[in-house]
């Protein structure tokens, strides 16, 4: 975490110190990596009125001649439950992209369901740092494809590390695997390579959405966001203290190095992608610090795509709404800075937009939906004028004080809130306070 010092050149010290470690001078091999890859964006719709979950498939040439089945893989999907966007972000290569109508939500591609027919004259040649966008893709209501189905897309998996650096990011996330806190990939080593080496945190570690059970339809999902150099296991007393009767945690696992437009993007995805399989009615999201940023955006990105809201709770803890000076001091200093801190830097863009539709506050404001109830907990310590890592201040910026139902501060420090017993025992009132409603399973 960033420290929150009083005095200026204490601050300026402490920085100094950090940005002249190895870690920062690793960034630039990890951001070369990154910035080697291409993106692909664009939409899809159906002309069948009747469609189910839209599927969205990449493939990628590979050596040989084009016609040649053998010559191409399937590399990665895009789940959408109605018309809408969606995007891939790829090794360069010579990409083609087709999409069916998953009639039944299965993510299995059965003969009769409607898809968009082959056309080797649309393929897509996509370069380093390239980005190829309006890729827009209607799929014929009789379309059809003459392959051997059924094929069953959710079981696409890159397997080896070479593998994986021919095909997707998406490719090496995980979507609802079920484990416990005491996985080894949640470890301390592991979130602060999230930090400082987000990319090869990625091919190691499988962020993306864990349960900690398996799925049970009558139980509301808890998604819980953690922070920057963060992990699952910071919710550990939270989870603990919930009421499994009623409750299923979920924890998003993500490398805190990232920007965070593309973590919210991401997490929009996850998210619709498992309400495409399992149908649920509401999810419930809970986020301490950073993670409260990652989270509005997600909401936002996720009812702002012309789907039913399911989010009817959102709890942010300790979040810096304001953005943190010691960001905006990495920034302008650090020879590599963390992607992350631009992010973070007081008055950024990214800030900006998570209240506002252009770059400034000049522009028309920007609420989470009236069906989202908003609570904001803060942190502070008697002798501070904030948590000890964030200032009030930053929690307390007038936007995020406007749209919130109610405010809570808690006598704790940054870390120290996610384990005290008020918060606990406030978290457990806030999530019993949602009326349930069935899965639509």
């Known amino acids: 975490m960033f420290a929150a010092f009083k005095p200026v050149t204490v601050i300026l010290l402490m920085v100094a110190l950090l940005l002249t470690g190895c870690d920062v001078f690793g960034l630039k091999e990890q951001y070369e990596k990154a910035e080697a890859f291409c993106q692909l964006r664009g939409s899809v719709r ?108 959710s079981k696409l998996q890159a397997r080896s590390t070479v593998e994986q650096m021919n095909v997707a990011l998406g490719q090496v996330t995980t979507i609802g695997e079920v484990t416990t806190l005491q996985d080894s990939r949640f470890s301390r080593e592991n979130a602060h390579k999230g930090l400082w080496q987000p990319f090869d945190f990625l091919w190691e570690n499988k962020p993306g959405i864990y349960f900690l059970e398996p799925y049970q339809p ?14 699952p296991l910071d919710f ?8 499994r009767s009623r409750f299923q945690p979920w924890v998003l696992y993500y490398p805190s190095g990232g920007r965070l437009q593309s973590l919210g993007a991401y997490l929009d995805q996850m998210v619709t992608r498992l309400q495409a399989e399992y149908r649920f009615r509401q999810l419930l999201v809970v986020a301490h610090s950073m993670g409260g940023l990652v989270a509005r955006s997600f909401i936002l990105r996720h009812t702002e795509t012309e789907r039913d809201n399911r989010i009817p709770l959102f709890v942010s803890i300790a979040s810096p709404w304001d953005g943190h000076k010691a960001a ?14 631009y992010d973070l830097a007081p008055g950024s863009e990214f800030l900006t937009r998570l209240f506002y539709t252009g770059k400034d ?11 989202t109830t908003y609570h904001l907990i803060f942190a502070f310590l008697p002798t501070e004028s904030g948590d000890g890592t964030i200032s009030l201040t930053s929690q307390l910026r007038w936007e995020a004080q406007q749209e919130a139902a109610h405010l809570y501060g808690i006598s704790q420090s940054h870390a120290g809130v996610l384990t005290a017993p008020r918060t606990a025992e406030l978290l457990n009132r806030l999530l019993s306070s949602v009326e349930a409603t069935t899965s639509e399973k």
Do not use: M
């Not at 550990?236 to 009421?243: F, M, N, T």
């Not at 905006?328 to 801190?341: D, E, T």
């Open 328 to 341: 905006r001091l990495g920034v302008n200093y650090a020879p590599n800075p963390i992607r992350v801190w």
């Open 361 to 371: 506050t000049g522009s028309t404001r920007r609420f989470l939906p009236a069906t």
């Open 218 to 231: 009558e139980k509301i999902p808890v998604l819980f966001v953690h922070g920057i150099n963060g992990t």
């Open 236 to 243: 550990s007393y939270l989870i603990e203290q919930l009421d």
């Open 46 to 153: 159906s002309e069948n009125p009747n469609s189910g979950n839209l599927v969205v498939v990449l493939l990628r040439h590979k050596d040989g001649l084009l016609e040649q089945k053998a010559n191409w893989n399937l590399v990665d999907h895009f789940v959408l439950d109605q018309p809408g966007h969606w995007f891939f972000y790829v090794r360069p290569g010579t990409y083609y992209l087709t999409a069916f109508d998953d009639l039944n939500h299965d993510l299995i591609y059965e003969r009769d369901e409607p898809t968009i027919p082959p056309n080797l004259n649309k393929l897509i040649q996509c370069g380093p740092g390239q980005i190829k966008a309006n890729l827009d893709l209607v799929i014929p209501r009789d379309g059809r494809i003459p392959v051997d189905a059924p094929i069953d897309i």
